[in-house]
């Protein structure tokens, strides 16, 4: 087994065996924040695959309508209706800091004018009913497509913390303890071997 290249004396094993405590205290507040990174993440997928069925599911339903609505109007009267909008959004970006990994928190904010007229950018002579269905489901739809952003960033981000948690967690119990601890043997099998031959 590798050991480390010391000097064989009493104030080297001392220092070793300062690291190898220091390197098992670390070992095990790694393997509870790998086990809890994975919990976290684990309730994360279920909220994902929770949310992106909901979402879905509405779009198809928004597509639906749009599909329908495309073949009652004409190609140019569809874009001319969608295509300057009268609603102002905006997305706040803000920070969450879940096991020492910062995830983004989205927040929709819009003007508040109280009309829900104002979110259908045309008039009602020349489109049809299921173009304001399909706007309204989407309008609708907006707060889910950002909770499923931001849930889904949140687990990528989670699941590179726990792919290096993890190999710090491999990389100390399966090189760095085994290392300590054969140097340790070794200069303690050293030290008490010249102990001996001092003692003769």
């Known amino acids: 087994m590798a050991r480390l290249n010391v000097n064989t004396n009493r104030m080297e094993l001392s220092n070793i065996r300062k690291r190898l ?24 997928i279920k909220l994902n695959r929770e949310l992106r069925k909901k979402v ?24 001319e209706a969608v295509c300057f909008p009268q609603k102002k959004l905006s997305v706040n970006m803000e920070k969450k800091n879940i096991m020492n990994v910062l995830v983004p928190v989205f927040r929709l904010q819009q003007k508040a004018d109280g009309s829900e007229n104002n979110l259908y950018p ?13 706007i309204y489901n989407l309008y609708k739809l907006l707060p ?10 949140t687990c990528q981000l989670l699941s590179d913390e726990i792919e290096q948690t993890r190999r ?8 760095i303890i085994p290392e300590l601890k054969e140097t340790i043997r070794y200069i303690a099998i050293n030290v008490d071997e010249d102990e001996r031959s001092t003692i003769t």
């Open 122 to 134: 045309y008039g009602y002579v020349h489109s049809s009913s299921e173009l304001d269905d399909a």
């Open 168 to 175: 710090r967690v491999n990389a100390l119990e399966h090189r």
């Open 56 to 79: 879905e599911l509405e779009l198809q339903n928004a597509f639906k309508d749009f599909f329908l609505a495309s073949s009652t109007m004409s190609p140019e009267m569809l874009e």
């Open 144 to 153: 889910d497509l950002l909770e499923l952003a931001e849930i889904e960033k």
């Open 21 to 44: 405590e220091i390197a098992l205290s670390g070992h095990k507040l790694l393997k509870d924040k790998q086990d809890e990174l994975m919990r976290q993440f684990i309730v994360f």
